[in-house]
């Protein structure tokens, strides 16, 4: 006879823990009279939005209005620091210096601090742009010293890096919390990112970026992922995200939320 007990589902204690992920995306990344991105199709579409600060791109008209969607749309803010290169998009590399970093990172985390303070709202982390974020990823001097701008400014705010990058280690030696990011649009070689020179045949479209994050879930090189990261500016970003969202449902993953 089956014992009544063994029917009964076990305690909240003896559950696996259901894996969760958040998903961001770059937004306000629009200047003056030009606009740019997907950042009102997006915005009920993600969970954390990476706010740009007026170096690589942004302005304040569109760092107030991003910081003021996020909030009705329940989304956590980070900032979006980059370099100081309107021209290229803060994807060109550039000559900086540690000190460069750290204060390049301050800066703007004040500027956009001061209107996420004037929604009512807080911010919640901290992603490099571009160059930076690879620069970072790469040398040990300007992860040690973004990192160092973070803690200074607030050490509650958590910084997303590449898993096992110097950027992810520094934040982790400054005491930081660090989410662990994958890119659903950007082509991989293994376990590594192309972030820069890849085509779009090589993102495969919606399919491609769904396909991805399917096998991200299932390969134990990306078990420490944390975000999943959709770049307003790519080709069809809203369907992408919404085939993310569905790879990461399937997948068994429940989505973080602010």
Not at 39 to 66: K, Q, V, W, Y
């Amino acid at each position: 006879m089956t014992d009544a007990t063994s029917l009964q589902p076990p305690a909240a204690s003896e559950r696996p823990a259901l894996r969760r992920m958040d998903i961001n995306a770059d937004l306000g990344e629009s200047f003056g009279v030009y606009r740019y991105g997907n950042d009102d199709e997006l915005m009920p579409l993600i969970t954390s939005a990476n706010i740009a600060c007026g170096f690589h791109a942004g302005d304040p008209a569109s760092m107030r209005r991003a910081v003021q969607s996020a909030v009705e749309h329940g989304v956590a803010i980070g900032a979006h620091v980059g370099l100081p290169d309107r021209l290229g998009f803060g994807r060109r590399e550039m000559a900086i210096s540690a000190a460069d970093a750290y204060e390049y990172s301050l800066y703007q985390l004040a500027a956009l601090d001061g209107f996420v303070r004037a929604a009512g709202a807080r911010m919640r982390h901290v992603k490099p742009h571009g160059a930076l974020y690879m620069m970072a990823a790469e040398r040990p001097d300007l992860a040690a010293a973004i990192s160092a701008a973070v803690r200074d400014f607030d050490p509650s705010l958590a910084l997303y890096a590449l898993p096992g990058s110097h950027s992810y280690l520094a934040a982790a030696d400054a005491g930081l919390t660090v989410r662990r990011e994958f890119f659903a649009d950007r082509p991989y070689e293994g376990a590594d990112v192309v972030m820069f020179g890849w085509t779009y045949e090589q993102l495969g479209g919606v399919q491609g970026a769904a396909a991805r994050v399917s096998r991200m879930l299932s390969d134990p090189a990306f078990d420490a992922v944390e975000t999943v990261c959709v770049h307003s500016d790519t080709a069809d970003a809203p369907a992408l995200a919404r085939a993310v969202r569905d790879a990461l449902r399937d997948g068994g993953v429940a989505l973080e939320t602010a």
